[in-house]
């Protein structure tokens, strides 16, 4: 038990450090996503066919995995968008705010009762998130006289966007995640949700030309190695997702979906904490920020308390309220 819990909270460490790697990344939001999907797919394609553990799929639910792999792949752009424009503090405020709008869509696509209760704490955290928006001043400059935000107003947009979408895509998950690995599942929608970015880069060169291309290099030996893009888009893919999905998988066998969801959402939490440490991040927000917080973390413990029952494991790999991955 104990062994699984520091596993759980080492995968949501893993997941909460993705915010800042989004901001170590010179990559646009379209092109970090697009390398991050390649490479969790390839590397997911090495992984089944090395422990031979490829699982066939039936046709409707490859459809059902690739929306959810469109979805995925939309919601990080939406999310590397938001720390782009902002930064990985803020970014990780607005999904935290996934696991509330998860309650509220669950019953349209599963054709459940609304509880009222779930739609006070869904108002709680959009309150949360408009005192950011409003009381956050948007012109902090950095100690060199920069601005800190690019664009505050849309990288909040682009923040609740990501946590709509991934609300979404957990609700979709939910109708196939009994039944099939976790793996398979990964693999399956990094692989489509890669090939829809594809297909929407023309757009993405056509009405942002300076996007690049090729990530970032410099020498590993020199003083700035920490700039080179390719160290972080591997440790984004290998670690933050390949393994924290793994820990996360051997974790679920023993852990209550009670105790699973608790540790998930302290994820904003853990990136808050490195964007601060790494980034000093608090230096840019102010007052508004920090009472917007208080406000949707309280939302999303009220929903934990709600969950104090625990429930059945949905299925190896996948988590409640976050699609299994992030």
């Known amino acids: 038990m104990k062994k699984a819990l520091i596993q759980m909270n080492l995968a949501v460490l893993l997941w909460g450090f993705t915010g800042v790697l989004g901001r170590a990344i010179s990559l646009d939001a379209p092109m970090l996503v697009w390398y991050r999907m390649l490479f969790t797919a390839l ?16 046709r409707r639910d490859m ?4 929306s959810v792999g469109c979805l995925m792949g939309l919601h990080w752009v939406a999310f590397y968008g938001a720390i782009k424009f902002t ?3 803020i970014a990780l405020v607005c999904l935290s705010t996934a696991s509330v709008f998860t309650c509220l869509l669950d019953p349209l696509v599963n054709k459940g009762k609304f509880d009222y209760k779930e739609i006070l704490l869904g108002l709680l955290a959009l309150l ?4 950011i928006y409003h009381f956050q001043p948007a012109d902090t400059t950095n100690s060199n006289g ?3 935000f690019t664009n505050y107003g849309l990288g909040i947009l682009f923040g609740v966007v990501a946590a709509i979408l991934s609300s979404v895509f957990t609700v979709l998950n939910k109708k196939v995640a009994s039944k099939y690995p976790a793996r398979t599942m990964v693999f399956y929608e990094m692989t489509t949700g890669w090939m829809f970015i594809t297909l929407l880069l023309p757009l993405v060169f056509y009405y942002l030309p300076d996007t ?3 990530p970032r290099t410099t020498n590993m030996l020199s003083e700035d190695w920490t700039k080179n893009d390719w160290l972080w888009l591997i440790v984004l893919s290998l670690c933050c997702t390949v393994w924290a999905q793994s820990l996360a998988l051997t974790a679920l066998k023993k852990l209550s979906s009670f105790i699973v969801t608790l ?5 904003p939490i853990y990136g808050m904490i490195l964007a601060f440490l790494l980034y000093n991040e608090s230096k840019d927000l102010g007052n508004g920020f920090f009472i917007g917080v208080s406000l ?8 934990v308390l709600r969950m104090l029952k625990p429930k059945p494991v949905l299925s190896p790999g996948f988590i409640e309220e976050k699609g299994g991955i992030d």
């Open 263 to 267: 540790s998930v959402n302290l994820e």
């Open 146 to 148: 920069t601005q800190a």
């Open 87 to 89: 930064n990985a503090s």
């Open 63 to 66: 459809i059902q995995l690739i």
């Open 43 to 58: 590397i997911m394609a090495g992984i089944l066919t090395y422990r031979k553990q490829w699982t066939p799929v039936s």
């Open 128 to 131: 949360g998130v408009y005192i």
């Open 296 to 303: 949707i973390i309280l939302s999303v413990v009220l929903q």
């Open 212 to 214: 690049k291309f090729f």
